[in-house]
């Protein structure tokens, strides 16, 4: 096998590596290696920041390690290398009635990278996080191979999901599939005027798939005005089609321009009537929308971009609107901002969800933009939420012990399964995860 030195980045591409990666096709290549020790994994790069990023050293980049290996359809649970992509995984099952129970806003994210931060989506409310249908993975750590699952190793398990890719090498995973009624979403979209009548939409969904877009512009008494989305699975019924599109370059400063991006929120707005409706959109469009847009991320530029993902409980809803009049005063928002209700779900010590909302949004990389991230992120601790190492690309690591209570449960499992610090990534060496403190 052939390392290739190279730049390589997440999708936010503002933070970047060098180093050497690996594609190895087959299990035994895999092995060869992993000869003189484990090297970190990673698969598409779809986190934002630096979780997939290994400056001066290797990487193994586990995407062509992808096969389905077996089905199982009276129970649903799916065996799959852990380089499979989800969308790929939901466009063959749907028309079977099956989808993946818990699918990211990407359907490029990879099996193993869903495991590694044990994603949510929009029906986290109802199904939890990615991790709570995992049925057992197969985990390549210093002393071997082994199976483990949430009933025969639950503390090795809790450690792996959400845990970054430190206890090991996920090979492949079973995952257990969930019943759908066919491969078109049904769905519903309705406007809120402001904060108070989005968040009362929100809870009062009974929808199984809900995700609400903001105007992060809007202020005043249109603070929090956006759209809500909630969507069912539906069959016979005929999708209305959106063309693919691909960004060819990275586009100028102005293209997201404060003016430009006011101005496109407020059409984005009216897009949808006054009184709602109802339209019937493919799968795919309805789970990973920015898909279409091949390479979205270069519409900020070659500087690239940061996301500030937080969530906060149920209680601390003031303070999630306190940060939205920052954002909204600051005039540093694009047009991708989400809010979403969050359950109580979730598998791992360091997994990302928690009951109440969650506030996504995507700022330029321009030094103003960092130090409203900074901000964001010290009004998050304050009102006892957590942000998402996903997306993160700023944080500090003394921020970070607050707000994952369970960090020493994680780094003892870490510290057994690689003892000599070998999978250890620039994200976990910036918020400095590994070391007691």
Same mark, same amino acid.
């Given at each position: ?55 001066? $050293? ?38 079977? $009635? ?109 929808? @199984? ?43 100028? $400063? ?49 500087? $690239? ?28 928002? @694009? ?15 360091? @997994? ?40 993160? @690309? ?44």
């Amino acid at each position: 096998m052939v390392w290739k030195t190279a730049d390589y980045w997440g999708w936010g591409r503002a933070l970047r590596a060098h180093g050497e990666i690996a594609r190895p096709e087959r299990r035994a290549a895999l092995e060869a290696l992993l000869a003189e020790g484990l090297i970190p994994a990673i698969g598409m790069r779809r986190s934002y920041g630096d979780a997939p990023l290994n400056d001066g $050293g290797r990487v193994i980049d586990m995407t062509r390690l992808d096969r389905m290996l077996a089905f199982d359809a009276a129970t649903g649970v799916l065996e799959v290398e852990a380089g499979a992509r989800i969308g790929e995984i939901a466009a063959i099952f749907a028309p079977r $009635g099956w989808l993946p129970a818990v699918m990211p806003g990407t359907g490029f994210a990879t099996v193993g990278g869903c495991i590694g931060q044990d994603v949510h989506g929009k029906n986290h409310h109802h199904a939890g996080s990615f991790c709570q249908h995992v049925v057992s993975l197969r985990l390549l750590t210093a002393d071997g191979e082994r199976e483990v699952t949430p009933h025969k190793a639950p503390e090795l398990f809790r450690a792996t999901a959400g845990g970054l890719g430190q206890t090991g090498i996920i090979l492949s995973a079973r995952i257990r599939l969930m019943a759908c009624k066919g491969d078109v979403m049904v769905v519903t979209e309705r406007r809120a005027e402001g904060w108070d009548e989005f968040l009362a939409l929100l809870d009062a969904s009974e929808a @199984s798939y809900t995700v609400g877009w903001l105007d992060a512009t809007a202020k005043g008494a249109a603070l929090g005005r956006g759209i809500l989305e909630e969507g069912e699975t539906g069959a016979g019924l005929v999708p209305r089609r959106v063309r693919s599109r691909k960004v060819p370059f990275d586009a100028p $400063g102005f293209a997201l321009s404060r003016p430009v991006v006011r101005a496109f929120n407020a059409a984005y707005y009216r897009r949808v009537p006054e009184r709602g409706r109802t339209v019937v959109k493919p799968i795919s469009d309805f789970f990973f929308p920015l898909d279409r847009i091949h390479d979205w991320n270069r519409l900020y530029g070659r500087r $690239g971009f940061h996301q500030f993902q937080c969530v906060v409980p149920v209680a601390a809803a003031p303070a999630l609107r306190e940060m939205l009049e920052a954002i909204a005063a600051s005039g540093l928002a @694009s047009p991708l901002a989400v809010l979403k209700r969050m359950g109580p779900g979730r598998a791992g010590h360091l @997994s990302f969800p928690m009951e109440g909302y969650t506030l996504a949004v995507d700022f330029p990389n321009r030094a103003e933009a960092r130090e409203l991230i900074k901000r964001l992120e010290e009004m998050t601790s304050a009102a006892g939420g957590r942000i998402y190492f996903a997306k993160d @690309s700023l944080a500090r690591g003394t921020d970070i012990r607050g707000m994952y209570p369970e960090l020493a449960d994680w780094q003892r499992q870490v510290a057994r399964a690689d003892p000599e610090g070998r999978l250890i990534t620039d994200l976990v060496r910036r918020l400095d995860l590994r070391s007691e403190g």
